[in-house]
């Protein structure tokens, strides 16, 4: 469903990306790792297509059609969905009326059936269930006020929503205690199915005990320097990045 | 998003801005007495309220025009304005909507403001103003049932001459500020309230200004008068047709709230903004005030879109006692468009509270100002004001600033001031983007969430429209 070939890309001009290649398969679940800088948020944010994160060379292929041709609302509309590392506030816009524009665009765009308010409300009351968000955060402002693990448990009650093709995480393992580590990996878990893609962007192994990956890809210097199963994930824990990069790393 | 993304968003079409044809009588342009006693002969109006207009003309000749806002326009020429148009048709006062010419219905249906009472808004009265006249007050026996008045002044100062006399200009004296006098002197038409002690209004009432003719300035007079322990809420709009020159509008407002009494008092401003390129538009030059005695209330909010320039002031004298004064503001600016709006809370009785929300938005290459004084005398023991005043920018070529007053001379009150300055950023305009919102959606609804304290101090159906308002004037905006 994704098909990424020799993907350059460049953040506000400067290069990042440098002759990737990934394809993902339908009910594949990736990893891609690597050190800090080594370009792992960029290729979220490229896929989802972010204002100044430009594709220069190759190409990212989402179920046929080059992702460089589409504005990031028809990717999304396409069923591309990003959990941001970084979920910014909307002061003033409820989480509610929020999902319900988000919602009757995608749906609409797939030609799924439209949602009346009260299913509407049922489904969100169900996902924040799933995410342990009480659904009093529904009538808040998006994202506003809330903790940082509360945002990132957001991220994912959308996600469950949006029901998307191909999910892209963004380090949404970054800045979770334990338990809210569970439970946004439980919610990760519960879409993983035959139809779906799903891209776990991380540092670190911990979140691949909890959502185990089909594949483990290293990110580095803008190109994936090894792809391996999920053993790979444990063996970087123990050695780092060092011995793939040649560089001194501290993971 | 990119500057020409976000200019492409914020180019959009006014829909207020077509005009009728329709015979009138104008004025040609030029002021003077003769002028005046023309317009007072014109209305049959008896001759004290001459002389009150000839005292005002007087006392405006003598003063300056004011330069202290942050506005900029070439000075304007009083000689090229006409002050008095009437369209024919409404020569014999129209007892019925029949009797109403079917072109100015259509002008109002077209606005989307239908007059005949089975398909207007339940609840809502409404008296339309077009251009110097009124044409026609909706609801007004149902609301004489209640013992209201609710009537064009013109109407009022033929037949209550007595709350007339007592009421007009104590509010807004007849020399307060240059446009006041103006107005004072040539005040055409507008609307009058009076609410009788201990009623309830049944009903939301509402005018609606329209101005039509070219070269005409639109100068009208509102005065509401809330007796003791009574209550009312009122609503006006405004449009005016899409013309290259600019046209003067200079209204006069005066609230009196006796004691314990309500006055809820809102606006939804849409007069024609000018192009692009700053050409055309309503200069906007208003005087809105209102007196709360003890245990009342008054409160203003406002939704300011249109005018080339806008310069308006809603402010609140809390005479009485524990009188609470609010006062609620969104203005969106775009394009050339200026506005210097805010409040003056004037606390003068003891344990008195104002509260002041202003968010000001600006898009295009315009300029948005708050202007905002709190004033606690002496003798105001225990007074509280709260004052928040937030900004968002659309883009960096626009402008936004604050010029917040306080002055205490009691050292038992209390006085909270924030002010914010955002822009809409790239992050929340690609959240949105990424759950599949496009950007003109996105848009309006990151505003509206700015808006948001506003908007719920509006009455339900005006909110919808305002917020329905902001959309179509940010129509086409940011990536």
Redesign the interface.
């Known amino acids: 469903m994704l098909e990424i070939r020799d993907l350059h890309a460049t953040v506000a001009d400067k290069p990042i990306l440098k002759g990737l290649n990934l394809t993902i398969k339908p009910g594949e679940v990736h990893a891609i790792m690597g050190p800090n800088g080594s370009g792992k948020s960029t290729l979220a944010n490229v896929l989802?297509?972010?204002?100044?994160y430009a594709i220069t060379g190759g190409e990212a292929l989402f179920e046929g059609k080059s992702l460089a041709e589409l504005?990031?609302?028809e990717?999304?509309?396409a069923g591309l969905?990003?959990a941001?590392q970084?979920?910014?506030?909307?002061?003033?816009?409820s989480n509610m009326?929020?999902l319900k524009?988000?919602l009757e665009?995608?749906r609409t765009?797939q030609g799924k059936e439209e949602w009346d308010s009260v299913t509407l409300l049922r489904q969100a009351r169900a996902a924040c269930k799933q995410v342990n968000l009480d659904a009093s955060f529904l009538k808040r402002?998006?994202n506003e006020g809330f903790s940082g693990g509360e945002k990132k448990r957001n991220e994912i009650m959308?996600m469950l929503l949006?029901e998307p093709k191909l999910a892209l995480l963004d380090e949404t393992d970054s800045g979770l205690d334990i338990d809210a580590l569970q439970t946004v990996a439980k919610g990760v878990n519960s879409l993983r199915s035959p139809e779906r893609g799903i891209v776990l962007v991380t540092h670190y192994q911990r979140l691949l005990d909890y959502i185990v990956p089909d594949f483990v890809h290293v990110l580095s210097n803008g190109q994936i320097i090894k792809s391996g199963g999920k053993e790979l994930a444990l063996e970087l824990e123990k050695k780092g990045y060092g011995w793939l990069t040649g560089e001194e790393e501290s993971a | 998003?990119?500057q020409a993304e976000l200019d492409k968003l914020i180019r959009s079409n006014y829909e207020a801005g077509f005009s009728t044809t329709v015979d009138t009588e104008t004025l040609p342009p030029g002021l003077s007495e003769e002028v005046i006693r023309f317009l007072s002969a014109k209305k049959e109006e008896p001759e004290w309220m001459l002389e009150w207009r000839l005292d005002s003309y007087r006392k405006w000749q003598e003063m300056p025009s004011p330069g202290w806002a942050h506005l900029h326009h070439d000075p304007i020429d009083f000689n090229k304005v006409s002050y008095y148009s009437k369209p024919k048709s409404l020569d014999d006062a129209p007892k019925s909507l029949d009797e109403v010419d079917p072109e100015l219905l259509a002008t109002y249906e077209k606005l989307g403001i239908p007059l005949h009472e089975q398909e207007m808004l339940a609840g809502v009265a409404v008296d339309v103003v077009f251009d110097s006249s009124s044409v026609f007050t909706t609801f007004k026996e149902k609301l004489w049932e209640a013992g209201v008045i609710f009537c064009s002044i013109s109407e009022a100062i033929q037949n209550h001459p007595e709350l007339i006399k007592k009421y007009l200009g104590s509010v807004v004296p007849k020399g307060d500020n240059f446009y006041a006098a103006l107005n004072s002197a040539v005040f055409s038409d507008g609307s009058f309230v009076y609410i009788p002690k201990g009623v309830r209004c049944p009903m939301e009432l509402s005018t609606y200004f329209r101005i039509n003719e070219a070269n005409t300035g639109q100068f009208e007079r509102t005065l509401i008068i809330a007796d003791e322990g009574s209550h009312v809420s009122y609503l006006e709009g405004c449009t005016a047709p899409q013309r290259d020159e600019n046209q003067l509008h200079a209204a006069v407002v005066e609230l009196v709230a006796l004691p314990g009494a309500e006055i809820k008092y809102s606006t939804v401003q849409n007069w024609y903004p000018g192009d692009e390129n700053g050409k055309g538009g309503i200069y906007n030059f208003v005087t809105k005030r209102g007196v709360a005695h003890d245990n009342s209330k008054i409160s203003w909010t406002q939704v300011e879109t249109g005018s080339a320039i806008t310069w308006k002031y809603p402010s609140v004298i809390l005479r009485g006692d524990n009188s609470i004064g609010e006062f609620y503001s969104v203005a969106l600016t775009r394009h050339m468009q200026q506005a210097d709006t805010g409040t003056k809370m004037i606390h003068l009785g003891k344990n008195t509270k104002s509260t002041i929300i202003s968010k000001g938005i600006s898009a295009g290459r315009s300029s948005n100002s708050y202007r905002g004084l709190v004033r606690i005398s002496p003798r105001a023991e225990n007074a509280r004001n709260f004052t928040q005043c937030d900004s968002l920018l659309l883009g960096d070529t626009c402008g936004a600033h604050t010029f917040p007053y306080i002055e205490s001379k009691n050292p038992s009150a209390t006085i909270e001031h924030e002010a914010t300055t955002s822009k809409v950023?790239?992050?929340?305009?690609?959240?949105?983007?990424?759950?599949?919102?496009?950007?003109e959606?996105a848009v309006s609804?990151?505003v509206?969430?700015?808006?948001?304290?506003v908007f719920k101090e509006l009455p339900m159906e005006f909110a919808v429209e305002a917020g329905k308002l902001l959309e179509v004037s940010l129509e086409g905006a940011v990536?």
């Open positions: 989802a297509g972010r204002d100044n504005e990031p609302e990717r999304a509309q969905f990003l941001f970084y979920p910014v506030e909307i002061p003033g816009v009326e929020f524009a988000a665009s995608v765009a402002g998006v959308q949006m | 998003m990119s950023s790239d992050d929340q305009m690609f959240l949105c983007r990424q759950r599949g919102i496009d950007p959606k609804m990151i509206n969430g700015f808006c948001k304290e990536g």
